[in-house]
């Protein structure tokens, strides 16, 4: 059984039903809004964040279940991908999951309009039904992303992005949705705000990981569909690149630095930078701190009796860091 379905197992009708209820959400009067919505649910992926909703309520409330939920996780799945067809137009990518993206048919113009479409979905979903304590965590979240990616664009024009900043921004870009989901979950079956904070910061440390484990994909050598040193050509600072920075000589960092601005389209010099940062320890010092964060989440499950749900959490948190792709 592949990883996926087994953390699914314990949580199968709900994600069944959550399909409808999610397809139900994004319902419009507009024929050719419901042609592209119908083209996205279609084109769904994992569906990991409404996972973790349902995964981390089934946890904390010990089986227990609320209509809240269902909803919590729309609104998640509704504001995450706006996300998504808004950043193909902002990257002006053409695919998106081995799929045309939404501005690849049907333009920028339409694709911006239906990501405010489903992020006013969501919200007014949340508003509706005087869910506010579920829509202050994504509003959170939302806000937090949009920071995370200004801060990256900034950072990437000087190249001096710190350790410290690198985290920042991944905590924010990536790992703040996931802290999301998590905190909705446990909020949405009415737990405490000690417990709603803990699973915000559990969901934290997986975002982070996660986006660890993406950064580690540019050096593999492996077919993962996103090709090797995309990020060195696009100028982006991970990990692995920022601390071969912080470790190697005055001359080796100033080669470094005049490699990524001037020479990042460069086929064989972008090879060379990833020698470099391979023979100099950045992927074992990343993959370090990707451990880290996979036991410091581990460490917040410590609380909570043994369970199918905590179990399937334990495996989603494996999943993040072992997978291929």
């Known amino acids: 059984m592949k990883p996926i379905e087994f953390i699914k197992l314990p949580i199968k ?19 050719l809004l419901n042609r592209i919505t ?8 994992k569906q990991m964040r409404p996972m ?58 339409i694709a911006v309009l239906v990501g405010d479409f489903m992020l006013s979905k969501g919200l007014l979903l949340s508003i509706d039904n ?30 001096d992005i710190t350790e410290a900043i690198y985290f920042d921004i991944i905590r924010k870009k990536t790992a703040t949705l996931i802290a999301a989901c998590c905190g909705i979950g446990a909020a949405s079956v009415g737990a405490n705000q000690d417990t709603i904070q803990q699973m915000r910061k559990f969901g934290e440390y997986i975002g982070i990981a996660f986006q660890i484990k993406d950064d580690l994909f540019d050096y593999s050598d492996a077919k993962i569909g996103k090709p090797t040193g995309i ?50 320890g950045g992927i074992e010092y990343t993959v370090a701190q990707m451990y880290d964060y996979r036991k410091k989440a581990l460490a917040i499950l410590n609380d909570f009796p043994e369970t199918d749900y905590k179990k399937s959490l334990v495996t989603m948190i494996d999943y993040v860091v072992e997978r291929k792709i």
């Open 13 to 31: 009708n709900e994600m069944e039903l959550f399909e409808k209820k999610f397809k139900d959400s994004m319902l419009s009067k507009v024929p």
């Open 130 to 159: 005087e869910d506010f304590d579920l829509l202050k965590l994504i509003s959170i979240a939302v806000r937090e992303m949009s920071e995370g990616e200004l801060l990256q664009i900034e950072k990437a024009r000087k190249l």
């Open 231 to 280: 990020d060195i050509k696009e100028q982006k600072m991970t990990l692995p690149l920022i601390h071969s920075l912080n470790t190697c000589s005055k001359k080796e960092k100033a080669w470094l630095i005049n490699s990524i601005k001037k020479h990042n389209k460069n086929k064989e010099r972008v090879k060379e930078v990833i020698a470099f940062v391979k023979e100099n």
């Open 38 to 45: 119908y083209y996205i649910v279609r084109r769904k992926g």
């Open 52 to 109: 973790f909703v349902f995964l981390v309520a089934k946890m904390v409330s010990n089986g227990g279940f609320d209509e809240r939920t269902y909803r919590g996780a729309s609104v998640v799945e509704l504001i995450h991908t706006a996300t998504l067809v808004h950043d193909d137009v902002v990257d002006d990518s053409n695919r998106r999951r081995d799929f045309f993206s939404i501005n690849a048919l049907w333009k920028n113009k």
